[in-house]
C-alpha cells in the first residue's frame, strides 16, 4: 500500500533529521499523529521511496521464511546480512 507523501517544509525536515519535533507540530496533535518521524528516505533507480524495508531469509528448498529484519529504508542490505544468516541453515546459496 503506497505511503502518503510527506508535504514538510524544509525547515521542518531539518528538525526531522536531527531528531527534533517541529515546532509547528507540538501546537497541532493531530497533525502529528499523521507523521513517521522515524521512517527515512531512499533512493533507488532513480525513484524516491519513503519508510521501512522488510528483510528476509526464505529456505531456498521449502520456501518458508527462516527469519525476518524490519529497518529503516536507507540502511544498506550488507549492514544486515548478519542479522539475517540462519546458523541452522546448512545451504550454501545465499
Same mark, same amino acid.
Given at each position: 500500500?503506497?505511503?502518503?507523501?510527506?508535504?514538510?517544509?524544509?525547515? &521542518?525536515? &531539518?528538525?526531522?533529521?536531527q531528531g527534533k519535533v517541529p515546532e509547528a507540530w507540538k501546537k497541532n496533535p493531530?497533525?502529528?499523529?499523521?507523521?513517521?518521524?522515524?521512517?527515512?528516505?531512499?533512493?533507488?533507480?532513480?525513484?524516491?521511496?519513503?519508510?521501512?524495508?522488510?528483510?528476509?531469509?526464505?529456505?531456498?528448498?521449502?520456501?518458508?521464511?527462516?527469519?525476518?529484519?524490519?529497518?529503516?529504508?536507507?540502511?544498506?542490505?550488507?549492514?544486515?546480512?548478519?542479522?539475517?544468516?540462519?546458523?541452522?541453515?546448512?545451504?550454501?546459496?545465499?
Amino acid at each position: 500500500m503506497p505511503i502518503r507523501k510527506q508535504r514538510n517544509t524544509r525547515e &521542518e525536515n &531539518e528538525d526531522i533529521k536531527q531528531g527534533k519535533v517541529p515546532e509547528a507540530w507540538k501546537k497541532n496533535p493531530n497533525r502529528l499523529r499523521q507523521k513517521d518521524l522515524d521512517a527515512r528516505w531512499v533512493k533507488k533507480n532513480n525513484l524516491n521511496y519513503y519508510g521501512y524495508k522488510n528483510n528476509i531469509c526464505i529456505d531456498a528448498k521449502y520456501g518458508f521464511i527462516r527469519r525476518h529484519v524490519i529497518t529503516l529504508a536507507n540502511l544498506h542490505d550488507s549492514q544486515i546480512l548478519i542479522a539475517l544468516l540462519d546458523g541452522e541453515n546448512k545451504e550454501d546459496m545465499v
